[in-house]
T-cell receptor
Framework: AQTVTQSQPEMSVQEAETVTLSCTYD???????LFWYKQPPSRQMILVIR??????QNATENRFSVNFQKAAKSFSLKISDSQLGDTAMYFC????????????FGTGTRLQVTL | EAGVTQSPTHLIKTRGQQATLRCSPI?????VYWYQQALGLGLQFLLW???????NRGNFPPRFSGRQFPNYSSELNVNALELEDSALYLC????????????FGPGTRLTVT
């Protein structure tokens, strides 16, 4: 079974600064996808970024980028130029392409962006 | 394009009753997933429906069930409600052939008293 671990329950960053959220996972699969989802206080889960395991190049979406280390089973999220609207819970998630077809989530990191 | 919609927003039930939660996927998406987000427990996978069939279920008792309709909308039923069923229930949809990305609705907050 896959497991996803987020070891930082809470983090704080000042506006305009950069912050990195950590995520590790455990799997015996070779083909899979990794995601970061954001859940603001409005509770709507929003897809932030996605990484295919077979791609060595790290995914980037505007101010969001990942550091994907397949051998180390690590998948961190870097938020550059943090904005107040980035305040949210961030969940790392694993998706295997087999018949299980479900997202396995970490426990989340609560990010607070301050002035 | 309309996103995933869920109804009702809030639902209050008493222990032992039944709850029905509804979800409409993004147009064109054939897969619907249900997750439970209980306080302090993160998101737990409940059920996956695709093309009207239940494809997978998480580690939940049989009193959690559902179905998917021909228009791909879905219903989650929780029978014999228990206090610990109080949670946010999230529905997500995906276009299965483009696997991985799931798009979530705003959720239904179920409170069992």
């Amino acid at each position: 079974a896959q497991t996803v671990t987020q070891s930082q329950p809470e983090m704080s960053v000042q506006e305009a600064e950069t912050v990195t959220l950590s995520c590790t996972y455990d799997t015996s699969e070779n083909n899979y996808y990794l995601f970061w989802y954001k859940q603001p206080p409005s509770r709507q889960m929003i897809l932030v970024i996605r990484q295919e395991a077979y791609k060595q190049q790290n995914a980037t979406e505007n101010r969001f980028s990942v550091n994907f280390q397949k051998a180390a089973k690590s998948f961190s999220l870097k938020i550059s130029d943090s904005q107040l609207g980035d305040t949210a819970m961030y969940f790392c998630a694993f998706f295997n392409t087999g018949t299980a077809s479900k997202l396995t989530f970490g426990t989340g990191t609560r990010l607070q962006v301050t002035l | 394009e309309a996103g995933v919609t869920q109804s009702p927003t809030h639902l209050i039930k008493t222990r032992g009753q039944q709850a029905t939660l509804r979800c409409s996927p993004i147009s064109g998406h054939t897969s619907v997933y249900w997750y439970q987000q209980a306080l302090g427990l993160g998101l737990q996978f409940l059920l996956w429906y695709d093309e009207g069939e239940e494809r997978n279920r998480g580690n939940f008792p049989p009193r959690f069930s559902g179905r998917q309709f021909p228009n791909y909308s879905s219903e989650l039923n929780v029978n014999a409600l228990e206090l610990e069923d109080s949670a946010l229930y999230l529905c997500a949809s995906s276009l299965y052939l483009i696997s991985g990305e799931q798009y979530f609705g705003p959720g239904t907050r179920l409170t069992v008293t």
